[in-house]
């Protein structure tokens, strides 16, 4: 394994642990007194900050559906993305034991979502409709973690993109299932809490994996067909490809361009 790997899956693990510490902490600590929209804004935040942190690291993806939607976007490896998803599911699990540690054993924390902040459905949304929401939620937040990064993008503003977006998913979907649009955000919670919640915890495996595939299709179909440099350059002699793709018309062309398919 190479070092620039193992740094990448060592940000995955401690991106998706703080994600979980955070976002589902926020659930877990004050859901019933600040309410969805504390909830929505801990995540957003919590995301967004990461992604200007971990980015130029990993790409933090810290979501296995992410990693999926780059993996079909032949962004990285079959290889890369499996050793992506064991750090993120680890670094789900632990972040849910430190929430666990908290509200057991540090000064009585109230857990005031009853299941350590575990999505599940029933009380607000039918199995079958829980499933549609975390698809469309999933497809929603990937396509933009797809489209923001990819080389039409402007430069420097995925990060607030993607924050924006993941606390804008929560807003719809925490009232109805707790939102997961992330496979490792909900598995850590639930073997934790047991259960139902456990029971249940298959379709926010399955739903966001569904959503992160479809938007990887539909984003290859929304987005501009890839030229290399040499073809840039040979329509546009002027034009200047820097890394993130952008071009920059009026300037002197370098000898060499091009950059990395993964995003950060």
């Known amino acids: 394994m190479s070092r620039t790997l193992t740094r990448s899956l060592a940000a995955e693990f401690v991106g998706t642990a703080l994600l979980v510490l955070v976002g589902v902490g926020s659930a877990v600590a004050g859901l019933k007194t600040g309410g969805p929209v504390e909830v929505a804004l801990a995540f957003g935040l919590v995301m967004l900050a990461l992604a200007y942190a971990l980015g130029p690291i990993s790409g933090c993806h810290i979501n296995p559906a992410v990693t999926l939607g780059v993996l079909l976007s032949r962004g990285m490896t079959a290889a890369e993305a499996g050793a992506y998803w064991v750090a993120q599911v680890a670094g789900g699990i632990a972040g849910a034991a430190l929430l666990q540690a908290l509200t057991s054993g540090f000064g009585g924390v109230h857990d005031q979502t009853g299941?350590?902040?575990?999505?599940?459905?029933?009380?607000?949304?039918?199995?079958?409709?829980?499933f549609l929401l975390e698809v469309l939620l999933t497809f929603v937040f990937v396509a933009v973690v797809l489209l923001v990064t990819g080389r039409a993008a402007t430069p420097g503003f995925a990060g607030l993109a993607i924050g924006l977006t993941l606390g804008a998913v929560h807003l719809v979907g925490v009232p109805l299932d707790g939102t997961s649009v992330n496979p490792a955000r909900s598995l850590g919670p639930a073997l934790f809490a047991g259960g139902t919640a456990l029971d249940h915890v298959w379709l926010f495996l399955l739903a966001p994996l569904v959503g992160g595939g479809i938007a990887a299709a539909v984003v290859r179909l929304l987005s501009p067909p890839a030229l290399t440099p040499e073809a840039v350059l040979e329509a546009e002699p002027n034009v200047v490809v820097d890394e993130t793709g952008v071009q920059v018309p009026g300037q002197p062309a370098p000898r060499h361009a091009g950059g990395d398919a993964r995003f950060g």
Request: glycine share 24%; charged share 0%; proline share 0%.
């Open 115 to 130: 299941s350590l902040g575990a999505n599940n459905w029933g009380s607000s949304i039918s199995m079958g409709g829980a």
